[in-house]
């Protein structure tokens, strides 16, 4: 009967709306996660009935075709931990699992909760013991190409011995040609035109005070050609010769144009052997700037101008045995640490995947999901590179959950739930009717 298909129309609307006064509850109940996000109710109607007459359709009732998950941004709150991270924009954390529910996605698992610790072996991680993962960075702060757990050492840097020193000097162009004395170790001051000196480290961190001395060599029209020469005090090397109180460590030339920019830069040798057991042969590089042979533009490299001869920049990037004194992470994903000789490095990156279809990712339970065949495989890369956010440190991000919204549909889908009830109780009524006919 008629009556009794309304009856069953009816009912099929006071399961979806149950279902979907659940969906509403449960986005309620998570009102205050971090990085939830909230599910919709999507419904469709079901199969219709063509009338006899063929004139038409009567609908067979509804149902719940499904539970979208909205992506959209929570807004971010600061915190006092560090290691508290929130993405502003598209992507998500990338965490290797130890949880036996994640072993069908190969352990991995996906999030913007980024309510994050740094565990008792340095490793960032959630509140399951899962890994964040991203790139880690080698001794000279270049990043691994290979994705890897976060890990932070606390321990004893070791020290590294200086490999390049870079000088930026102007050596006066005014200088007169003095050819009939040659540079003399033994009288270096005396027989050079301009010195200036910076501080090398060995492979034991011990720090050595080396001086640049530079003479002029010729000049022209096109130019000019200065040699230099780098030399260590005798008693920090354990060869010296005998009766020279500097050892020469190294030597070469540069050669400038006729506007006074770096042409060319050639190192003739370059070695020490420190005392106390430091490595041998201890090789080193002075790069002056970019040279026009090397491409340059004479921007930031030394000079050789009609301005007193003086050094305008120098460093090296040797350092000593250090700790760990207090890290940072960027907008980029950087992880930078701060140690206590005053070195500043970076030591790895947060990596951040992104996919082709989010709703299609599969809720995994605590603020985690799965990557799908819906969702497409995982775009992995740094943060702020692609379409991929950048992230906040010391920030999460709360719940994308609208409370108001939610009790409003809340009050429409208790609405439709009574609606339908009546709508059995009604066709109750007929059927009472019908049967009463009978008697």
């Not at 352990?107 to 008792?120: C, E, H, L, Q, S």
């Not at 605590?366 to 950048?390: C, D, L, M, V």
Request: glycine share 10%.
């Amino acid at each position: 009967m008629s009556i009794v298909k309304s009856m069953q129309t009816s009912v099929s609307g006071l399961t979806a709306n149950s279902e979907g006064m659940s969906v509403i509850a449960n986005n309620i109940a998570n009102s205050n996660t971090k990085g939830y996000k909230y599910e919709r109710s999507e419904f469709e109607d079901m199969l219709s009935v063509d009338l006899q007459s063929g004139d038409g359709q009567i609908g067979r009732g509804v149902k719940l075709g499904g539970v979208k998950v909205i992506h959209s941004q929570g807004s971010i709150q600061t915190t006092d931990s560090l290691s508290d991270l929130a993405i502003h924009g598209n992507g998500f954390f990338i965490v290797s699992n130890p949880r036996t529910d994640t072993k069908e996605s190969g352990g991995v698992t996906y999030t913007r909760a980024g309510n994050f610790i740094f565990d008792k072996d340095g490793y960032l991680s959630d509140n399951l013991g899962g890994h964040v993962q991203g790139y880690m960075a080698d001794n000279h702060g270049n990043l691994s190409p290979k994705l890897s757990d976060i890990k932070i050492s606390a321990n004893t840097l070791n020290p590294a011995a200086t490999s390049k020193v870079k000088l930026n000097v102007n050596l006066d162009s005014r200088t007169q040609l003095t050819t009939n004395t040659p540079f003399d170790i033994n009288k270096a001051e005396d027989t050079c035109d301009y010195c200036t000196s910076t501080n090398v480290l060995d492979s034991q961190g011990t720090s050595h005070p080396m001086m640049i001395y530079f003479k002029k060599l010729e000049s022209a029209a096109g130019g000019s050609t200065w040699e230099w020469h780098a030399t260590v005090d005798s008693e920090a090397v354990t060869d010296p010769v005998a009766g020279q109180a500097l050892k020469e460590i190294g030597s070469g030339k540069v050669t400038f144009d006729e506007d006074g920019v770096l042409k060319k830069e050639e190192t003739t040798n370059f070695s020490v052997n420190f005392i106390n057991g430091a490595k041998p042969n201890q090789v080193m590089d002075i790069d002056f700037g970019d040279s026009l042979e090397e491409g340059g533009k004479g921007v930031g490299a030394s000079t050789a101008l009609a301005a007193d001869s003086e050094t305008i920049f120098h460093s090296q990037d040797g350092y000593t045995a250090c700790h760990l004194k207090s890290l940072k992470i960027d907008y980029d994903g950087s992880v930078v640490g701060f140690y206590t000789n005053g070195l500043q490095r970076t030591i790895g990156s947060i990596a951040l995947a992104t996919f082709e279809n989010n709703t299609g990712l599969k809720k995994a339970g605590h603020n985690q999901f799965y990557a799908t065949y819906k969702s497409g495989e995982a775009n992995i890369g740094r943060p702020a590179s692609g379409t991929r956010g950048g992230v906040y440190s010391a920030s999460l991000e709360e719940s994308n959950v609208d409370l108001a919204k939610q009790f409003v549909d809340m009050i429409m889908t208790q609405r439709a739930f009574q609606a339908n009830s009546k709508t059995i109780t009604t066709g109750d009524t007929m059927l009472e009717e019908i049967i009463n006919i009978r008697r």
